[in-house]
């Protein structure tokens, strides 16, 4: 699906430690900062989880000429960033935190900026979307007189999602549905007129549904879910499913960006919220904005040489067989925002032997990280027979990191790794055998994101079955 997100882009980082003293100079902790974590906030971060779920998606925005829009754009591989020019520093909160514990927000260029220009290729991305999420966060992007002109328009044609800002602008007529979440709708819902102490979630909600002209409200209500007020005169609410939350950033974005994603696949408003506040709740309970991030700075390792992203991750536990590692597409992305290069092989890997070895050390050598995409159990008996694998898929990743050219290892329970590779997007990805890469069925995927094919020599009389033969024989 085509989607277009419109709006500003913050830059989030994340400064990680440990504390285990207070400060000689003031009764403060010390953090001993073990990484440095970035990623895209506001619209990046909707326009990141919409490309992480495999979208077509550009993003409307401003950006700087700054150090921090140097690490946006780093950040917002995979999404088509159209950006007008640079009015104003990039906004940046950092957050310290020990542990899973918050400790101290900085924020650094959030004072209010100048409405920003637009371009052809911006209205244009408006006007040729399946759906579209504005992303207000109150920094003049959604405020653009042409900007919500292309809006209004495409609001007769697709399904148009807008997350309110209480600095933003007000949504343009028309629009599918806008999500406020219960403080922002009952602060609106005072200033114009209602008694607070009477207002809940349904009384400000239709007082916006009349103000804001759209066809339906969704006011969010955070762990309480949301609840829905239609033009229609219908309202609903949906719990939100319980889960453990350590850190509830990206929520509302999640949210936003499933709504639209649902309403362009044609379901009702209803349908639409629901699966919406399903998915904002199984993004937070995975990690919620903080599993998206990039380490793009590590601590000191004791020989003193700074520890790279793949130090970082790897050996992590390996997922249920079927699922995807999420490590394995945070180091790709890691890596690929350094400039390095990533690798990919796969396969069953039941018996590792000398060929596995050398198929995967010159894997290895042709960039800066290999993943290696493994199949699953169940996977491996629909290839090989109900007698395979000889061993489980859990010892199989945990032999496979075992080996120093191996940097991590994803699951999956398809019989092709196809699903695994799109998440992972690999610059190249080798196989064993005496055949052209050409003739390999991944080529094809591959070419669309620019990456290649590439096979290395097949290593006679080496081989997983024959080994399995032999044992039988001695047995």
């Not at 440990?18 to 990046?44: E, F, N, Q, Y």
Request: charge should be negative; aromatic fraction near 2%; proline fraction near 6%.
């Amino acid at each position: 699906m085509r989607i277009t997100v419109v709006g500003d882009v913050l830059l989030d980082v994340d400064i990680n430690g440990t504390a285990t003293r207070l400060s000689p100079d003031a009764p403060v902790p010390v953090v001993d900062v073990a990484d440095i974590r970035r990623r895209a906030g506001g619209a990046g971060l909707v326009a990141t989880v919409l490309a992480h779920d495999g979208h077509d998606v550009a993003l409307v925005t401003a950006l700087g000429n700054d150090d921090g829009a140097s690490h946006l754009r780093r950040a917002l591989t995979g999404v088509s960033v159209l950006a007008g020019a640079p009015l104003a520093p990039t906004p940046t909160k950092t957050r310290v935190r020990i542990g899973t514990h918050p400790m101290v927000r900085f924020d650094e260029g959030c004072a209010p900026a100048p409405v920003p220009a637009c371009t052809e290729e911006m209205l244009h991305a408006i006007a040729s979307a399946d759906a579209i999420v504005v992303a207000d966060y109150g920094r003049g992007i959604a405020a653009n007189a042409e900007i919500r002109s292309a809006l209004t328009d495409a609001a007769k044609r697709v399904p148009v999602v807008w997350d309110p800002h209480p600095a933003g602008s007000q949504p343009v007529e028309g629009v599918a549905v806008v999500t406020p979440n219960l403080a922002e709708a009952l602060a609106s819902a005072k200033a114009g007129g209602l008694d607070p102490s009477r207002t809940g979630a349904e009384e400000a909600g239709q007082h916006l549904l009349q103000k804001w002209g759209s066809g339906a409200v969704l006011v969010t209500k955070g762990a309480d879910g949301a609840f829905l007020i239609s033009a229609d005169g219908t309202a609903q609410g949906f719990p939100a499913p319980r889960t453990t939350v350590s850190d509830p950033c990206g929520a509302g974005d999640r949210l936003a960006a499933s709504l639209a994603v649902h309403l362009g696949l044609g379901l009702g408003i209803a349908q639409a919220a629901t699966k919406a506040v399903e998915d904002a709740s199984a993004f937070l309970a995975a990690g919620g904005a903080a599993s998206l991030a990039v380490v793009t700075e590590a601590a000191a390792s004791t020989s003193g040489n700074q520890a790279s992203p793949v130090v970082e991750l790897k050996g992590l536990e390996v997922v249920d067989p079927g699922d995807l590692h999420p490590d394995g597409v945070q180091l790709a992305r890691a890596v690929r925002s350094s400039g390095g290069t990533v690798v990919a092989t796969g396969g069953c890997f039941d018996l590792l032997h000398a060929g596995h070895a050398r198929t995967l050390a010159a894997a290895r050598s042709m960039g800066d990280c290999l993943i290696v995409c493994l199949n699953s159990d169940e996977s491996v008996r629909r290839l090989k027979g109900a007698h395979r694998p000889i061993v489980s898929v859990e010892d199989r990743a945990e032999l496979l990191l075992a080996l120093e050219c191996v940097d991590a290892v994803v699951v999956f329970g398809e019989d092709t790794p196809e699903a695994c590779l799109s998440d992972i997007r690999p610059d190249i990805w080798v196989k064993g055998g005496d055949y052209t890469p050409e003739e390999l069925p991944e080529a094809r995927l591959l070419a669309d994101w620019g990456g290649r094919c590439v096979t290395v020599p097949f290593h006679p009389a080496r081989s997983t079955s024959g080994l399995a033969a032999a044992l039988a024989k001695v047995s």
